[in-house]
């Protein structure tokens, strides 16, 4: 059983600053790629910010230039910090890992829950 679970979402003003994380859990034998989605009102899931185990990151063009994502590979975390946020970032924020649990070399999807960021003033 695996399990990832966000924290940090939350209102703020536009121009303001956010950090989430997501702390996966369970019987996890290695994560490869880790990342961010997001879901607005009426859109589609759409990607965010991914980094591969080595930490090489890929950003939507949308938030490239405000967000920045890590990882802790000891922790099995992922992190998002979000600078100079505006309205149109207004969404619930997904983590996403693909995980092996036998050591198999197979990966799975797992998401977490999903946790809402709102800009506004």
């Known amino acids: 059983q695996v399990q990832l679970v966000e924290s940090g979402g939350g209102l703020v003003q536009p121009g303001g600053s956010l950090t989430l994380s997501c702390a996966a859990s369970g019987s996890i034998f290695r994560i490869a790629d880790m990342g961010w989605y997001r879901q607005a009102p009426g859109n589609q899931r759409e990607l965010v910010a991914t980094?591969?185990?080595?930490?090489?990151?890929n950003y939507a063009d949308s938030v490239k230039g405000r967000f920045t994502v890590s990882r802790d590979n000891a922790k099995n975390m992922v992190y998002l910090q979000m600078n100079s946020l505006k309205p149109e970032d207004t969404a619930v924020y997904y983590c996403?890992?693909?995980?092996?649990?036998?050591?198999?070399?197979?990966?799975?999807?797992?998401w977490g829950q999903g946790t809402q960021v709102t800009v506004s003033s």
């Open positions: 980094i591969t185990r080595g930490a090489r990151s």
């Open positions: 996403n890992a693909a995980i092996s649990t036998a050591g198999l070399g197979n990966y799975s999807p797992y």
